[in-house]
């Protein structure tokens, strides 16, 4: 664990203790509050690239290793369940005292996203769903999912988890596969194989999951849709689906991208995302800045 600590924090890094757990957050910036949530096979560092734009647009940018993964490590009782995900989010944000925020995941993360903000209404303010998780069809169940839920295979997983077969994982997300160095494959590596992660990962996928997606049309937040056209992980159909049901929603669908928009396409993906989180400026401040320009030297 020194060696992950060493190469996987920075001076952003901290830690709270949850339930037991070790909680590995970053807490950066000044300003709006912004809680990043990642997917599985994930870690915080997923936002990499978002959290320092984000900063510098006058948010405070919060993002953690969720429970049974990155640094955070496995949940001392082994409970990965949804509920319990909402739960200790809310305690999470509790303790760095933020009433309210928005919200910002990526695959499962994104599945956090809406479920909280059906659960906590008067905690989330706009949430941003990037190729997000939470329809249980057959079709919507990424592949390592589906390999950790069948009966020979849930039992030797856990030991059959090696840098090749992660680098194939990583490349399935990715669409331009000139972006896959062996610096991203090591991430990945490292912080799925650390120790208990795997396991929960079995918990996780071979636990009992509800169908909230029927309550879609409930969530009160202003929802961003972001979706890589060539996910190969889940269908780009999904993201249809979300804006369809969502009441107050957009959508984005990027093309030639594949799961993860927001390490493919960074730069692209977080302009989207300041665009609909900031509010547009008014005349009087259109004029101001014009203003400042003209007597800039």
Request: charged share 20%; aromatic share 10%; glycine share 6%.
């Amino acid at each position: 664990m020194r060696e992950l600590l060493e190469k996987y924090t920075n001076r952003f890094s901290r830690f709270l203790v949850i339930d037991g757990m070790q909680i590995h957050y970053r807490d950066e910036g000044e300003g709006t509050p912004i809680l990043l949530l990642h997917g599985a096979f994930s870690s915080l560092h997923t936002f990499n690239s978002w959290a320092a734009e984000l900063k510098r647009n006058g948010f405070r940018v919060v993002r953690l290793d969720a429970p049974g993964f990155g640094l955070t490590g496995p949940h001392p009782d082994h409970i990965y369940t949804i509920p319990n995900h909402l739960r200790i989010l809310s305690i999470f944000l509790d303790m760095l005292g933020i009433q309210r925020c928005h919200i910002a995941g990526s695959s499962l993360g994104g599945w956090l996203t809406w479920e909280f903000a059906l659960k906590y209404p008067d905690r989330t303010d706009k949430i941003i769903l990037i190729d997000a998780a939470g329809f249980l069809d057959p079709q919507s169940i990424p592949l390592p999912f589906r390999m950790a839920q069948t009966p020979f295979l849930s039992r030797v997983i856990k030991y059959a988890i090696n840098r090749p077969m992660l680098e194939t994982f990583v490349r399935q997300v990715y669409f331009d596969q000139s972006k896959v160095t062996e610096l991203l494959i090591d991430r990945y590596y490292d912080l799925v194989t650390r120790p208990g992660n795997p396991e929960a990962f079995m918990i996780l996928v071979n636990g009992k999951f509800k169908d909230n997606t029927p309550h879609l049309r409930q969530v009160k937040a202003p929802a961003l849709v972001m979706w890589g056209n060539d996910d190969k992980w889940l269908p780009v159909e999904n993201a249809y689906r979300f804006h369809k049901m969502l009441p107050d929603s957009q959508l984005i669908v990027y093309k030639n991208v594949g799961h993860l928009p927001m390490e493919e396409i960074p730069e692209i993906t977080v302009k989207d995302a300041l665009r609909f989180l900031l509010p547009p400026p008014t005349l009087s401040n259109t004029k101001q800045t014009i203003a400042g320009l003209k007597k800039a030297p």
